[in-house]
Nanobody, 124 residues
Framework: QVQVVESGGGLVQPGGSLRLSCAASGFTLDYYSIGWFRQAPGKEREGVSCISSVDGSPEYADSVKGRFTISRDSAKNTVYLQMDNLKREDTAVYYC?????????????????WGQGIQVTVSS
């Protein structure tokens, strides 16, 4: 059974950092495209950062470029999202998702397997 579970969210002050983890079970992350998405209240779910199943190349939303870094630890079967210089507008529920057929891309409806989501709140 394919499962992804997010962890590492919480409350952080503006300018602070958090690292989200996406632990996979039932499949090998290296062979899937993995994405981080977020949804703020009243807004649509949007792609934050995704990593390709083909070559592990990352892509980022313009709003997080230079601040967020996606990475993959094959030994731990886990994908991370390092979030630095957080801003209030980064507040949202963050989701990890996986797909075996997608070669690359960061659009939510491209992904089949979703975690439950985890809250990230940036506030002073």
């Amino acid at each position: 059974q394919v499962q992804v579970v997010e962890s590492g969210g919480g409350l952080v002050q503006p300018g602070g950092s958090l690292r989200l983890s996406c632990a996979a079970s039932g499949f090998t992350l290296d062979y899937y495209s993995i994405g981080w998405f977020r949804q703020a209240p009243g807004k649509e779910r949007e792609g934050v950062s995704c990593i390709s199943s083909v070559d592990g190349s990352p892509e980022y939303a313009d709003s997080v470029k230079g601040r967020f870094t996606i990475s993959r630890d094959s030994a731990k079967n886990t994908v991370y999202l390092q979030m630095d210089n957080l801003k209030r507008e980064d507040t949202a529920v963050y989701y990890c998702a996986a797909d075996s057929l997608l070669l690359r891309g960061c659009v939510p409806n491209m992904y089949d397997y979703w975690g439950q989501g985890i809250q990230v709140t940036v506030s002073s």
